[in-house]
């Protein structure tokens, strides 16, 4: 069983920057497609930033060069550097990983951005 704990969200003004961890229970070394996802109020959950196969990165067009994926395999940690965040980046960010057949997701950690 494999638990995913987010944190370091919180409320930022417009421009300003934010970086959440997500830390593993178990080792995230073997886990595929590590990410990071979004929802907010109203909206479907979609995907902010990911790892893929090889470890390349994949980020939505709305957060390129804005937002940066890491990880820290010995920490079983992955981050998400938030920069110049925007009124739409706001909701529940989640971290998701797939072990086997299996996807996990955190609980999620809100993030405001005021205007």
């Known amino acids: 069983q494999v638990q995913l704990v987010e944190s370091g969200g919180g409320l930022v003004q417009a421009g300003g920057s934010l970086r959440l961890s997500c830390a593993a229970s178990?080792?995230?070394?073997?886990?595929?497609?590590m990410g990071w996802y979004r929802q907010a109020p109203g909206k479907e959950r979609e995907l902010v930033a990911r790892?893929?196969?090889?470890?390349?990165?994949d980020y939505a067009d709305s957060v390129k060069g804005r937002f940066t994926i890491s990880r820290d395999n010995a920490k079983n940690t992955v981050y998400l550097q938030m920069n110049s965040l925007k009124p739409e980046d706001p909701g529940v960010y989640y971290c998701?990983?797939?072990?086997?057949?299996?996807?996990?997701w955190g609980q999620g950690t809100q993030v405001t951005v005021s205007s």
């Open positions: 790892f893929t196969t090889g470890d390349f990165t």
């Open positions: 178990g080792t995230i070394f073997s886990m595929n497609a």
């Open positions: 998701a990983g797939r072990l086997g057949s299996i996807n996990y």
